[in-house]
């Protein structure tokens, strides 16, 4: 689960869990719901199905995530974000927000230099 040496800085704390890129993108599809795997590899894009499977048993190691595995073949794994994983929707909130400013005023900026 959590790992019990987290840094004493709550940013850090924060920066630990989601500061990796692929997590954040992770986080921002599975807000909508439950995905299976390979509907997270397409939606995350040009991620490696190592890179990916990485992540997610990380995030699930951190209690951001549940795995599911259903026994069929072929096997069908889906992926839930736990109350935790929700608690960052407002975060990723903020993020959009601030991306989407900065995007305007770059090509604001982009245009008046020309």
């Known amino acids: 689960m959590v790992e019990n040496n987290l840094p004493a800085c709550p940013v850090e704390v924060t920066l630990q869990l989601i500061g990796d890129r692929w997590k954040v993108i992770i986080l921002r599809d599975l ?36 795995r599911k ?8 794994v889906e992926y839930t974000l736990t109350e935790v994983g929700y608690s960052l929707k407002p975060i990723l909130d903020v993020m959009y927000d601030w991306g989407t400013t900065y995007k305007n005023n770059a090509e604001i900026t982009k245009r008046a230099q020309v």
């Open 31 to 66: 807000m909508d719901g439950t995905k299976r795997f390979g509907e997270l590899k397409k939606s995350v894009g040009s991620i490696t199905q190592k890179v990916l499977t990485s992540n997610l048993r990380a995030m699930e190691e951190s209690a951001l995530l549940t």
């Open 69 to 76: 595995v259903y026994a069929e073949v072929p096997p069908r």
